[in-house]
């Protein structure tokens, strides 16, 4: 009854009794951590925490100052171990979700890759058509395509795209998959959809998309094509871009593994463009009213003509494609697909390079550019006539991409 008194009086000698109330406070506080830590990570050792206490009385009976001081010594010792033991547990739960939203893009992947009716099916399949795998590889690159677009593919094949069995040792040995994406016309089995049957028969480097082509309908076909190619192949990164854009695959390789390890990444050159509302313009969006006053901009997103989106988030896209909203403008849509979710934007200009010089400078200063193209033509202006030139002055080199560093 006089303990707290005492130890509160300015004068008197209550000394010996202050001390005394201290070591029994280190003794509550450390029987109170270790309650805390046994109720966190197992049962409590009773035999242990006697013996603990016991040993406590017997050093305060025979010094207590000495108590105070161990115990002030033992009491720090046990804060430390407890903040370290926080800390791993903190590691395990964040590897543990980590893992949990793993699982559930897989079994996303998998719904999608099962999805068998024509309403959902993304892959358009013929007799001779390439059957549904699901290999693991690096990278899926599409190159979306039109159907009478022939010559912008064979300017492609021609340059920096492998053909034949170097294409598919370049998906055996370094897990690159790379195909042009085409759907079929209005009227299947027309003209132009027996063109790309032959075309695809003597290359075999079509990704064929069960969608109805028009330059209007290409929000629609990039959803296709990501929720096809989570369907056939298991990526880390799935890879859009245009068919009139230059590419360094080696250089789009070892970009995207300097993000590999992330989970929600959304890689390629970020702007934010006005939002035109005037009709009859190229680039008119119908539903500018969304977006605000007149005069306002886009939210950020990555240009169309090369994006890339880790394995997470193209497997989202697949899974919700009927819920995603669609805009006129495709790389619009793909970027509001994202607002909202937790994904970090990585905006890299190596992936919209000019065509020469800027991108032949980088070029000979060892760096060459992962995509180039003209910003005034949103691709390389007359690609077809300067997809060559652009491939020998800017081009990573034929070896580069059996020597990235993968």
Known sequence: MGLIPRSRHPKGGGGGVSIRWLSWLCIASFCLGVFVVERLWGTPDTDKLDKEVSSVEKRQELDPGLVVHCEKKESSLQAGDFLIQVSQTHDVIMNLDKTISSLGMQLAAARAAKTGNEETYPMFTKPGIEQLEHQKVFYVMGIITALDNRKH?????????????????????????????????????????????????QHKDFLRLNHVEGYDKLSSKTQMYFSAAVAKWDADFYVKVDDDVHVNPGMIGSTLAHHRSKLRVYIGCMKSGPVLSQKGVKYHEPEYWKFGEEGNKYFRHATGQLYAVSKNLATYIS???????????????????????????????????????????????????????????????????????????CGEGDGAIWNANL
């Not at 003209?191 to 075309?199: F, G, N, Q, S, T």
């Not at 202006?381 to 652009?390: A, K």
Request: one cysteine or more; aromatic letters at 8%.
């Open 153 to 201: 593919r064979d300017s492609i094949r021609e340059t920096w795209m492998p053909q034949g069995d170097e294409l598919r040792r370049l998906e055996k040995e370094k897990g690159i998959v790379i195909r042009f994406v085409i759907g079929h016309s209005a009227t299947p089995d027309g003209v132009l959809d027996r063109a790309i049957d032959a075309e695809d028969e």
């Open 319 to 393: 899974y919700n494609r009927n819920l995603l909203h669609r805009y006129a403008n495709e790389d619009v849509s793909t970027g509001s697909w994202f607002i909202g979710l937790d994904v970090e934007y990585i905006d890299d200009q190596s992936l919209c390079c000019g065509t020469p010089v800027d991108c032949e400078f980088n070029t000979q200063a060892g760096n060459p550019c992962g995509a180039s193209y003209d910003w005034s033509c949103s691709g390389i202006c007359e690609s077809v006539e300067r997809m060559q030139e652009v491939h020998q002055r």
